[in-house]
């Protein structure tokens, strides 16, 4: 059977490529996700690729897709420090989800060294830039 796998980036991360490239690298979001929907394609998973600035919208996000995705793969930016209503929105649905970051948050300030996100997810991976992403996608297609 086909597996669903929802990409799902959080504030700021539309302006992947320009925003702090010495951090956040130089690919852009377009780029990012035709990269991961043509590499899970060739593993028989199907991709949706979607982004918001807005908690409410995120949320929205995640409740549309609990029937349709096997997985998500989530990096909810900066909201990953504080909102449990996103936190609330992952343990609802029910779907394995992966936390990704894309930069090392456990060596950058303080304030993101936290996330309250991780405990409604199946695992957490960040630092490795992009890659992150991929490994993620490879965690959810083993998963039964
Ligand atoms: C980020 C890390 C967050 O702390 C930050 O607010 C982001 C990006 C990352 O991918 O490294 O927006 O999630």
Redesign the pocket.
């Known amino acids: 059977m086909k597996k669903n796998i929802l990409i799902l980036n959080?504030?700021?991360?539309n302006l992947l490529g320009e925003r702090e490239p010495e951090t956040?690298g130089t690919m852009t979001l377009p780029q990012l996700n035709s990269r991961l929907t043509s590499y899970a394609g060739k593993k028989g998973a199907v991709i949706r690729a979607r982004q918001s600035n807005h908690e409410g919208e995120l949320i929205d996000i995640l409740h549309a897709h609990r029937k349709w995705a096997a997985g998500i793969v989530f990096?909810?930016?900066?909201y990953?420090?504080y909102s449990y209503a996103l936190r609330d929105a992952i343990a609802a649905i029910l779907v394995p989800t992966i936390e990704v970051?894309?930069?090392n948050?456990k060596k950058?300030e303080k304030f993101?060294r936290t996330s309250v996100i991780e405990p409604a997810c199946v695992a957490q991976l960040?630092g490795k830039g992009a890659a992150s992403y991929f490994t993620a996608i490879d965690m959810l297609l083993k998963k039964k």
């Not at 959080?10 to 991360?13: A, E, F, S, V």
């Open positions: 959080g504030p700021n991360l956040y990096n909810p930016g900066a990953s420090h970051h894309l930069s948050i950058r993101r960040y």
